[in-house]
Every structure is written in structure tokens, then in C-alpha cells.
T-cell receptor
Framework: RKEVEQDPGPFNVPEGATVAFNCTYSNSASQSFFWYRQDCRKEPKLLMSVYSSGNEDGRFTAQLNRASQYISLLIRDSKLSDSATYLCAVIFGSASKIIFGSGTRLSIRP | AAGVIQSPRHLIKEKRETATLKCYPIPRHDTVYWYQQGPGQDPQFLISFYEKMQSDKGSIPDRFSAQQFSDYHSELNMSSLELGDSALYFC?????????????????FGPGTRLTVL
């Protein structure tokens, strides 16, 4: 079982829809949580860090549930440009390395 | 804003050759990380350096070595290349200490080096 698990998708939704991704992690000592976006053959780009209180950045909202060990990403009013792979990322304990989920592919159709 | 710089962007090598990948972190970042991403896979952590000392080690083969220099740039040296080493190699950097307005542990990735081993 992977330390960080995501639904691989693909999610295929119409423009303007709201879409949500979940990610679960196995290590309760996890310390830091992030969502990255990765376009085909490009580098992962940091979308947002995820805090216990939840955080929002425009159309994007991230939530962390430590008790259930999952994080979520909500995208509202989706745009064609949101089509990408979304990677859940976790840092465990005092280590600094990121453990990535396998990514969720999102495709927005006109 | 300045980002992480990696060179070369593309590299083609034959089996058993050596390769050196370079990474220049974001200015004032003190920690660099190397990740390997194979086709259709998520990035896998290889190794990291903080203030020129190795800080963490992942699934890096013994054939690979890396170091961080006094100017904080890092190099990943790969020897006896195998077909399975063909992948995207990303470098990421972060600022370990807490500064106003900066979250620690946030890692910013460079554009990657695409290594093809023939």
C-alpha cells in the first residue's frame, strides 16, 4: 500500500463544474501537506499548501482532516486551463522529502 | 521571480556512460532536493542537501552520487547508466528557516532534465 494514495481518475468534467479530489496518507506523523499541479512533461508546480484550518486561493479550496488522515482539493467554476494532473504531496515527520501520490488526471471539456 | 534552473534540459547517453545534471536553486534557498520521475509515474525522492550537507536519502542507486556546493548549486552524478535510468530528473529547492511570509518545507521545482539512455 502506498503511503499517499489518490484516485487516479481521469475526471472528465464540463467547464464551469465543481470538482473535488481526495488524498489519503498512512503516516500519522505527517507534518506538511501540499497540492501540486503537473502538466504533461512539465515540472510539478506548487498549487497550495494545506493547513489544518483549511485554506482558499481564488477558485481553489484545500482542506486537511488529520483525524481521518486525508486532504482534499476543491476546484470551483473549472476552466479549460485547469486540465492537468493534480499531485497530492506529504512530508512525514522531521524528514524533508516529499512523498507524492500517484496523481489525479483532470480533463475539462468545453 | 527567479526560479530553479536545471541544465541540461535534455540529455541522451548510451548504456554504461556517465552523466552530470546541474541544479541552481532559487536565490537564498538553502536546501535542494533531487527527484526522478519515470514515464507514467509520480516523482520519487532521491536525495537532498541542506547547507551543503546531505540531509535525507531516498531510493538513489549506488551508481548515483550528488553534492551541494558553496554557492548552493547541486550536481547529480550518474555512472554506469542503464536503460531504466531514462526519466525526468527534477531538482527542487526550499528555504529551511522560517521568515516572515515564507512557509517552510514548500518546495519549488525546476523544469527538469529529460535523460534518455540508449
Amino acid at each position: 500500500r502506498k503511503e499517499v494514495e489518490q484516485d487516479p481518475g481521469p475526471f472528465n468534467v464540463p467547464e464551469g463544474a465543481t470538482v473535488a479530489f481526495n488524498c489519503t496518507y498512512s503516516n500519522s506523523a505527517s507534518q506538511s501537506f501540499f497540492w501540486y499541479r503537473q502538466d504533461c512533461r512539465k515540472e510539478p508546480k506548487l498549487l497550495m499548501s494545506v493547513y489544518s484550518s483549511g485554506n482558499e486561493d481564488g477558485r481553489f479550496t484545500a482542506q486537511l482532516n488529520r483525524a481521518s488522515q486525508y486532504i482534499s482539493l476543491l476546484i470551483r467554476d473549472s476552466k479549460l486551463s485547469d486540465s492537468a494532473t493534480y499531485l497530492c504531496a506529504v512530508i512525514f515527520g522531521s524528514a524533508s522529502k516529499i512523498i507524492f501520490g500517484s496523481g489525479t488526471r483532470l480533463s475539462i471539456r468545453p | 521571480a527567479a526560479g530553479v534552473i536545471q541544465s541540461p534540459r535534455h540529455l541522451i547517453k548510451e548504456k554504461r556512460e556517465t552523466a552530470t545534471l546541474k541544479c541552481y536553486p532559487i536565490p537564498r534557498h538553502d536546501t535542494v532536493y533531487w527527484y526522478q520521475q519515470g514515464p507514467g509515474q509520480d516523482p520519487q525522492f532521491l536525495i537532498s542537501f541542506y547547507e551543503k550537507m546531505q540531509s535525507d536519502k531516498g531510493s538513489i542507486p549506488d551508481r548515483f552520487s550528488a553534492q551541494q556546493f558553496s554557492d548552493y548549486h547541486s550536481e547529480l552524478n550518474m555512472s554506469s547508466l542503464e536503460l531504466g535510468d531514462s526519466a525526468l530528473y527534477f531538482c527542487a529547492s526550499s528555504l529551511a528557516g522560517r521568515l516572515a511570509g515564507v512557509s517552510d518545507n514548500e518546495q519549488f521545482f525546476g523544469p527538469g532534465t529529460r535523460l534518455t539512455v540508449l
